[in-house]
């Protein structure tokens, strides 16, 4: 008889029963399966990412360039006719495209200065917009070129220090620009619900803008302070540490 030398794996299940070979086998192969499986699962949420990022950059584009364009239209309609008066009016397409478009700030856009027909000739109606876009040129470039991994110094410089007089400007643009509207809704009841009517409901949307420019005494502080706090991170690195009492 001529001696045969199995390999070791080989040997190693020849060695075992039957039924339990055969059990091991399929094992095996379901764990390559199962690895494959999770290949594909990670592969899948990379082309996921890659497409959600290829999105985002996309839309901040869009963004930047819809605000270039604004500016360059409010910058060209002084030039020619030397007065900010009737700017509103013709850049107000544009404007509502772009800010409905990015849901912030649609109450100012489309609840006051679109609706009070009177006010859109107010400094404080042009005082906001200037504000509003250098802010938002600002600030989706920053998110552009941040998604790009390929973020200037002056973008971030900008972005984290612009805020410091353009935050406070705008908010006072946007109070002056409230309070001039109301004696008009006053006058008009306009978005306000009278009694009697069938919904047995009043709202008085004067009273309404009242409480909303009071809004503005917690929330804008919250929001400065932050954006203060996150200047001191970005900027100059510094790591806040907050203390128990």
Do not use: C
Request: a positive charge; zero cysteines; aromatic letters at 16%.
């Amino acid at each position: 008889a001529i001696p045969v030398t199995l390999p070791p794996p080989l040997l190693r299940r020849a060695s075992l029963p039957p039924g339990l070979g055969q059990t091991m086998a399929s094992s095996e192969e379901d764990g390559a399966g199962s690895g494959s499986l999770e290949e594909k699962e990670k592969g899948r949420k990379r082309r996921l990412g890659a497409l959600a990022t290829a999105w985002l950059i996309g839309y901040n584009i869009a963004m930047t360039a819809g605000w270039l364009v604004l500016a360059i239209a409010m910058v060209r309609f002084y030039m020619q006719k030397g007065t900010y008066k009737g700017l509103y009016k013709t850049i107000q397409k544009t404007l509502k495209f772009f800010q409905t478009f990015a849901v912030s700030r649609i109450f100012m856009v489309w609840f006051i200065t679109h609706s009070i027909k009177q006010i859109q000739n107010e400094e404080s109606v042009i005082l906001f917009l200037v504000v509003w876009t250098v802010t938002e040129i600002t600030r989706y470039s920053f998110y552009t070129f941040n998604l790009l991994n390929h973020l200037p110094y002056f973008i971030k410089w900008a972005r984290y220090n612009f805020f410091i007089i353009l935050y406070p400007v705008g908010v006072a643009g946007e109070l002056l620009t409230i309070h001039a509207a109301l004696p008009y809704v006053k006058k008009t009841g306009i978005f306000s619900l009278r009694l009697p009517n069938k919904y047995n409901v009043s709202f008085d949307y004067y009273y309404f803008l009242i409480i909303v420019m009071a809004s503005y005494i917690p929330l804008f502080p919250q929001l400065y302070f932050h954006m203060l706090w996150q200047r001191r991170k970005v900027l100059h690195g510094e790591v806040i540490v907050e203390k128990d009492d």
